[in-house]
């Protein structure tokens, strides 16, 4: 699949998605690594982007450690890896998360309390001695003062005064997120619905950042960079949906709705204020046509294009057609 630090390892893209969609099933050698004395930590491991940076750091043979926040996701470690159960909120479980670890990448779900959980968990990692932070954060946190952008751009703020070697990645939205989003209604409805207009994303895979995510933890030539991560091509949400019904041979459309009306939808569903207040803002960043800058920078991280919209909806078309009863 790539060429990885000092190791070359090809790995079927298949096999990846296969470890991405079931972590529990994956059965990960503990390869010894070059360095014996050095520790990585995948904090989020449970999560989108953390497990699947799990999975490319214990595939690169480096010694590991994944932290969850229960026994119960603890359990789900693919075999290999070293589970360690701890809490942002938590300093003093953080302590023997971080014992012995030499690179961290840092995640935390997009809630209000991220500028508290994220900054207790650098300056954890100040008081352990850890050499290098990679920090998951946002597209826009450098030019965006408002919704979830702005709650990472404190924390990078906060990583950058702490004397701890980083690197920032930036990414933008994700192609998962068009299975998280818009599958559910396109099964049931044929379509899904937006206040985005003719706004451009430029998608990326998780896959794709968690390859560039394990590369910086590790080695230092990334160290002090800041990447934003914009994927290999800028879709409205109408070409998605062409795109959809291509692949899937289903007709998909997209049904641009008036941004009261999104809002009223998302509370009627029960969703938090704060949770539609700041979704609405993110999308407003990218209506104001912020969202669809194509630059070369991950292909030139990766080494190799980047996965398209084309080759990740062919991959999971199945997800998008009606269920039949008896399935």
């Known amino acids: 699949m790539r060429s990885s630090g000092g190791h070359e390892i090809v790995i079927p893209f298949g096999e990846v998605e296969k470890i991405w969609r079931n972590p529990e099933s994956a059965a990960i050698p503990a390869c010894p690594s070059e360095e014996e004395g050095k520790m990585i930590l995948i904090t989020g491991a449970s999560g989108t982007v953390g497990r699947t940076v799990l999975v490319e750091v214990a595939r690169g043979g480096e010694k590991h450690r994944a932290m969850y926040r229960s026994k119960q996701e603890a359990a789900k470690a693919p075999a290999g890896t070293e589970a360690v159960i701890a809490d942002f909120s938590d300093k003093a479980s953080l302590r023997p998360a971080l014992r012995g670890v030499e690179s961290v990448y840092l995640v935390c779900s997009p809630i209000p309390e991220l500028v508290q959980l994220e900054g207790n968990a650098v300056e954890a990692c100040e008081e352990a001695g850890v050499r290098r932070i990679v920090l998951n954060s946002a597209l826009g946190a450098g030019d965006y003062g408002k919704s979830f952008p702005s709650w990472h751009r404190k924390v990078e703020d906060k990583l950058k005064a702490a004397k701890i070697a980083h690197c920032i990645l930036r990414p933008n939205s994700f192609l998962q997120n068009v299975l998280t989003y818009y599958a559910p209604s396109i099964r049931s409805q ?52 062409e795109r959809i019904s291509r692949h899937a041979g289903i007709r998909a459309q997209y049904v641009d709705i008036p941004a009261e009306a999104q809002r009223k939808a998302m509370m009627d569903q029960g969703m938090p204020e704060w949770q539609v207040t700041a979704l609405l803002e993110l999308q407003a960043y990218y209506t104001g046509g912020r969202g669809g800058t194509l630059d070369g920078v991950l292909q030139g991280l990766l080494g190799r294009p980047p996965i398209t919209m084309d080759r990740f909806l062919e991959e999971f078309a199945g997800e998008f057609r009606r269920q039949s009863a008896s399935a």
Do not use: Q
């Open 190 to 241: 044929g379509a899904f619905y937006g206040a985005m207009g003719n706004a451009r994303i430029s998608y990326l895979d998780v896959r794709d950042i968690a390859a560039v995510a394990a590369e910086a933890l590790r080695s230092s030539e990334h160290d002090g960079k800041t990447y934003e991560l914009n994927g290999p091509e800028a879709l409205t949400c109408a070409e998605v949906a």
